[in-house]
């Protein structure tokens, strides 16, 4: 046995696969215990794919804005282009391609630090010891540490049962041979907006139906605005405060299926072509025998832990969706990461979520870091907020960018900066000083000091934190 001990990992998404990365570094003898390829579904069928899709639609609204940059798009005969056209097939392919070689690099950098990976069904036999089913042949694999990182799936609703031809999961559409005449998108959470959006880009049409009063309702409200003020500028239909009853199948005389019709629960009936739910995911612990070896879970399923990833089971940890911190492939890595360090004795800080960036891909993007407005509120908190439309950059300018803004939340009297949103094209990329600055209990003043270059988005962060100076 290895001197730092025997680590088993069931899952190969972020939190398994930084996990053993870590581990290994560590000196551990590490296996992973995957049933449906390295990097999970974050690789496979979730985060990369879908923002693949999204930077393929981000490119079509890019040629749509070219004439008002003053460039006229012409054929080969000298003719007007008056849209773009997307060949779904080939970029479902391309899609799944970045899927599948971004899982092969993941492979190859496991290998690279000895880590073993094993396909198949995991099951805890007790604190020690993990089943592995493979086919027709189990084996039992000791281990002085386990690390539970089984994600989840979508969600699914007995009126709404999941076809993969008209209805679909975010885990299937990719899988369609041609583009929707009319996709319908139940649910306007992140998921459902990001999906809706890239397909709107990519030229269906797009009905969203919503539950609430407006769209991303976890959200800071502002920017949720922005978003759902651009989704109908740009032709998307959205029901609010519109909740779905069933979804089903529309078929002709002989039985062959024409479309979709989505019944609401004040009865009215969507029609389309195809539909996509979007209506949550469900932790993937069953069958993991939890029960039987004492790790204790919440109702819904999801993995109890504490903030460095232990379960009530001493060895056993978890990390990622299947825990329902964060549903945030950051946030499965890092705790990942923390549970080998602490429990293979290196130096460990517990997980801080007030510290955690996150980023919706719509366009423009919404990054948000530390404290949201909504939790200022509700927590009477004495705070100063500033924000700045972001038309007023002359970088924006340039680039067309006529939506979005950067707000700062920060603590009144010292400055401190406790939160932020940037809502712009590459929001994702912009977040990055703000988090630095949360992170590190910046003031608006220090921040508002950093040299930024002219022109730039990033003059925007560094002007927002400016109008918050105090001056009393």
Known sequence: MNARGRVVIVGGGPGGYEAALVAAHLGAEVTIVERDGLGGAAVLTDCVPSKTLIATADYMSGIALAPELGVDLRDEDGDAIAHARADLPRVNQRVLDLALAQSSDIARRLDEVGVRVLPGEAHLIDAQTVRVRSGDDESDLPADVILLATGASPRVMPTAQPDGERILTWQQIYGLAELPEHLIVVGSGVTGAELAQAYLGLGARVTLVSSRDQVLPGEDTDAAAVIEDVFTKRGMTVLSRSRMEATEVVRDTAGVATGVAVTLTDGRVVEGSHALLAVGSVPQTAGLGLAEVGVQTA????????????????????????????????????????????????????LSLD???????????????GLSQKDADAKGLSI???????????????????????????????????????????ASELI?????????????????????????????????????HATD
């Open 299 to 350: 109702e819904s399923g999801h993995i109890l832990i504490d903030r460095v990833s232990r379960t009530s089971v001493r060895g056993v940890y978890a990390a990622g969706d299947c825990t329902g911190v964060l549903p945030l492939a950051s946030v499965a890595a890092m705790q990942g990461r923390i549970a080998m360090a602490h429990a293979l004795g290196d130096a460990v800080s517990p």
């Open 384 to 426: 100063d907020v500033g924000i700045l439309p972001l038309s007023r950059n002359p970088r924006a300018k340039m680039l067309g960018i006529t939506d979005g803004f950067v707000k700062f939340l920060a603590e009144k009297g010292s400055g401190t900066v406790l939160g932020g949103v940037v809502v712009a094209p590459r």
């Open 355 to 369: 510290v955690v960036s996150a980023n919706i891909f719509t366009d423009p993007e919404i990054a948000t870091v």
């Open 432 to 468: 990055f000083p703000v988090t630095l600055a949360v992170a590190h209990r910046l003031n608006v003043d220090q921040l508002a000091s950093a040299f930024t270059v002219y022109p730039s988005l990033t003059g925007s962060i560094a002007e927002a934190a400016r109008r918050l």
